[in-house]
């Protein structure tokens, strides 16, 4: 009798911790939440690099970096490394065949930190002042507003948007389009598939943009000695230039007219105003201590006083 006693509460005592064990296990497709919050110091650095999931991150006043949001552990690996110094978060997949797991990723970062930010398949929007910017995505759109020294934003299928100040940007898209408005010293803009539209507030000391097929728009100014070169293969060119613009100006389209309406202008190119299809035109502006190129192989280009 004393045996099966012992038994008897050996086989519960088994049952009970099978039964733990099961239930601290999640469902398969089942998502459970992820609420961190780690300390970093001023200056430091900020890693995000998720696959399925789209990124939400904005500036506050504390030096901490809090991230909420959800995965599956049944699809998806979390991993998180942090110190005083530098946070960094990774999600990949575990199980490519699944549907689990995905959503959005909210994340507070300390102001002055270096942030680089990494979407697979989903949007990256990010919001305030930082060191320096990177934020990419291979499927999604990719958006900062915020004053920041460098820029980068990227995207191979989606659209670009930046809205701030920098010293030096690069916006590039493949299959989308291209936007920047603020104040700008150097930008490097490009897109494959899609317009690229310019609104500085700021005189740009150099100025690249290029489409292969879109449009490209500039409103703007030249700072003295600054450049300007825009290309697009198949669309339109338009500038709106300050009247005082002192630079040298040569542009060139196959198929397209060349169209100038901008003071300083030598009488002769002002007077005709549109040039016809496969036309160059060279003049000089002020002092002609800068440079304005622009060309196309199919579209027109206009320039005209802001």
Do not use: C
């Amino acid at each position: 009798m004393v045996r099966h006693s012992k038994g008897a509460a050996l086989a519960r005592m088994a049952g009970v911790a099978l039964l733990a064990a099961w239930t601290a296990v999640p469902l398969l497709g089942q998502d459970i939440p992820i609420n961190e919050l780690r300390p970093l110091g001023p200056g430091g650095t900020v890693q995000i690099d998720v696959i399925q999931h789209s990124i939400t991150i904005e500036v506050w006043n504390r030096n901490e970096v809090e991230v909420r949001g959800q995965y599956n552990p049944a699809f998806e690996q979390l991993d998180i490394d942090a110190d005083a110094e530098s946070f960094s978060l990774e999600i990949d997949r575990r199980n490519i065949r699944g549907n689990g797991g995905g959503g959005t990723l909210t994340v507070r970062i300390p102001a002055g930190v270096e942030l680089d930010a990494e979407s697979v398949s989903g949007e990256v929007r990010a919001t305030g002042n930082a060191n320096s910017v990177s934020l990419e995505s291979v499927s999604g759109s990719v958006t900062y507003a915020g004053d920041s020294p460098e820029v980068r934003l990227s995207s191979v299928s989606g659209s670009v948007s930046y809205a701030g100040t920098a010293a030096e940007a690069q916006l590039e898209s493949v299959s989308g389009s291209v936007r920047l408005e603020g104040n700008v010293g150097a930008l490097d803009a490009e897109s494959v598939s899609g317009a690229v539209t310019v609104i500085s507030g700021t005189p740009v000391r150099e100025l690249d943009l290029e489409t292969v097929s879109g449009s490209v728009t500039f409103t703007g100014s030249l700072a003295p000695g600054g450049e300007i070169a825009i290309e697009s293969f198949s669309g339109r060119v338009e500038m709106a230039l300050d009247p005082a613009t002192a630079a040298r100006f040569e542009l060139e389209t196959l198929s397209g007219s060349i169209s100038v309406a901008l003071p300083g202008v030598p009488d002769d190119i002002a007077r005709s105003g549109r040039f016809g299809p496969s036309e160059t035109a060279t003049f000089v502006t002020g002092n002609g201590n800068g440079s304005v190129e622009a060309s196309t192989l199919s579209g027109s280009i206009v320039i005209r006083a802001r």
